[in-house]
């Protein structure tokens, strides 16, 4: 990809949400929520302090993270659909 985020920013790639429930029910596209869990694609070189020292990132490519329902900005890169957010908008690493 040629694409890279700068400074506390990352590129995030939704997984994909189920359609059925754990009962066999299929959930229609219109009533599907947006799942809040995707993977990251590409992250920016860190924020940079009052000296110019860049702070690395806690999260790295390929991480599986889970972030907030309203979080980033959706983004279409390369014919994909992408989320581009802060790292503070990112809840947690799903190990």
Aim: charged share 35%; no cysteine; glycine share 12%.
């Amino acid at each position: 990809m040629k694409f890279r985020p700068l400074h506390d920013r990352v590129l995030v790639s939704r997984v994909e949400a189920d359609t059925k429930t754990a009962g066999g029910i299929i959930i229609p596209d219109s009533a599907q929520e947006k799942p809040s869990e995707g993977k990251v694609v590409a992250v920016g070189g860190g924020l940079k302090d009052d000296n110019g020292k860049a702070t690395p990132l806690d999260v790295k490519k390929g991480d599986k993270i889970l972030f907030g329902k309203w979080s980033g900005t959706e983004v279409t890169v390369e014919g994909k659909d992408l989320i581009i957010m802060k790292e503070s908008d990112i809840l947690g690493i799903v190990e």
